[in-house]
């Protein structure tokens, strides 16, 4: 994917969504991965999108709720994240995936054109960019 790459957080769970993005040619991350399991359970998301941001890496959640969230917006304004949340918190693992690599051209084309910060969530019809709370 045009030589980016992802940060999967923990709504996007450890296996099942980064396995089907790598197995796609994804280059992912997972929390677990980086921070290993307790950590990972316990890291606040400011401290992630921030280390994350940092790293170069773009940002995935199953959240899109952290556009809302005083301390994560900020967060995500400072280190001028690029984040793609997905619109449902009720999917499966499976369906996380395939809404993933579904939209993967446009997330694609908009982490390597568009500087962050911004919160891009994914609906089942398209990407819709959110206002960051302020």
Request: no cysteine.
């Amino acid at each position: 994917m045009d030589g980016l790459r992802f940060f999967a957080d923990r709504s996007l769970g450890d296996h099942e969504v980064p396995s089907a993005l790598r197995a796609a040619g994804w280059q992912v991350i997972s929390m677990r991965e980086r921070y290993g399991s307790v950590t990972a359970q316990q890291l606040a998301d400011i401290d992630w999108i921030a280390d994350a941001t940092a790293a170069g890496e773009v940002l995935l959640t199953g959240d899109k709720a952290i556009a809302k969230r005083p301390l994560e917006a900020r967060a995500v304004r400072i280190a001028r994240a690029r984040v793609f949340a997905l619109g449902s918190s009720q999917l499966t693992g499976r369906d996380k995936a395939e809404r993933l690599l579904g939209a993967s051209r446009a997330i694609s084309r908009r982490a390597v054109r568009e500087a962050g910060p911004y919160v891009i969530s994914g609906t089942g019809h398209g990407l819709e960019r959110l206002r960051l709370f302020e």
